[in-house]
């Protein structure tokens, strides 16, 4: 008797370790629209789902500020190409997510754009002191803004920034009411039809701002599907190769993906970036980069007053582990 109730109480430990370990019944994932990325393709043809065996839903979010929000109220496990800049202050905040891989890097496809009716460059930067600039804060773009402010000598606090989004950005830009718009992808595209660059991505690149998004996940769906976190690399990486094998194939269905004209989709697409495993496992990325850059910002924050603490090791919130068993 006493061996058949040990062995009852091991099988039922057994099985409750299996059921806490089961796949969840649908796996969330955070984008951004007008941001077309090479694993759209698999956002489309539901290669995740295949290969995860698990429906993928998708939420699109206006802001990487957002992401991190639903990440930490537990409405979203992964999200794909969130700012660097709203993950760390994120994470300095104390929000249970990680970094897992570099979705893109876009020098290119995210600046700050001067009004045509303005007569402001680079030379006289200081006139935007008093002026209204649209920005969504907290994000990638703020922070190249306040780079590119304090690079050229302006004095960011008597700037009237104003916190927007994207698209609200781009129509008070194109209506004139803004001196300058700050934004990424398609509102970029379009503010640049009616202005200016302040910073050219060249010129902000050599005085030390890099720009990328990251692949964040929470601790939690981490700790409990740590197979699936690795399947979604896997696929994030095929669906880069089909798009350099493929492109003819891949960009329709980016575009279509990402709410965008084929046109326009293509032009934003050719500013990108994007990583395979041999790339992300090396010192410029998850390997040392990263973390180098999350603890840059927060400091750079931090001498701004926009936050009161930095942590002193960004290196817990950057887990390589799931590209390193990739393709194992």
């Not at 890097?105 to 002026?131: F, M, P, Q, T, W």
Request: aromatic share 10%; glycine share 6%.
């Amino acid at each position: 008797m006493r061996n058949l109730i040990t062995s009852i109480l091991i099988l039922t430990t057994s099985l409750a370790a299996d059921l806490s370990l089961a796949a969840p019944e649908k796996i969330t994932v955070a984008y951004f629209q007008e941001w077309p990325t090479a694993n759209q393709t698999a956002q489309s043809e539901k290669w995740y789902d295949k290969e995860l065996g698990v429906p993928v839903e998708w939420l699109p979010y206006n802001d990487g500020v957002e992401m991190a929000e639903a990440m930490v109220a537990g409405e979203v496990d992964i999200a794909y190409s969130m700012g660097v800049v709203p993950f760390t202050l994120a994470v300095t905040d104390g929000a249970p997510i990680k970094v897992v891989g570099v979705a893109v890097s876009y020098a290119e496809n995210d600046n700050c754009v001067i009004y045509k009716k303005e007569a402001i460059d680079r030379a006289n930067a200081h006139e935007l002191e008093g002026r209204k600039v649209g920005v969504p804060l907290n994000t990638v773009t703020h922070y190249k803004m306040l780079r590119t402010l304090v690079f050229l000598g302006v004095d960011v606090d008597k700037v009237d920034v104003v916190d927007m989004s994207p698209h609200d950005i781009d129509d008070a830009f194109i209506r004139g009411e803004l001196a300058m718009g700050c934004s990424w992808g398609g509102p970029l595209r379009r503010m640049k039809g009616n202005g200016w660059e302040l910073l050219s991505a060249y010129e902000q690149e050599r005085i030390g701002i890099r720009t990328f998004d990251i692949i964040a996940v929470t601790d939690d769906f981490a700790a409990k599907n740590p197979d699936l976190v690795t399947k979604f690399l896997e696929v994030s990486d095929r669906a880069t190769e089909y798009l350099d094998d493929e492109p003819d194939l891949a960009k329709p269905v980016i575009a279509e993906a990402a709410g965008m004209e084929l046109k326009e989709s293509n032009i934003v697409l050719s500013l990108f970036d994007f990583y395979p495993r041999s790339d992300q496992l090396t010192e410029r990325w998850m390997l040392g980069g990263v973390q180098t850059s999350l603890k840059e910002v927060a400091e750079f924050f931090q001498a701004q007053g926009k936050i009161d603490k930095v942590l002193n090791d960004y290196g817990p919130r950057v887990d390589a582990s799931f590209y390193e068993n990739a393709g194992q």
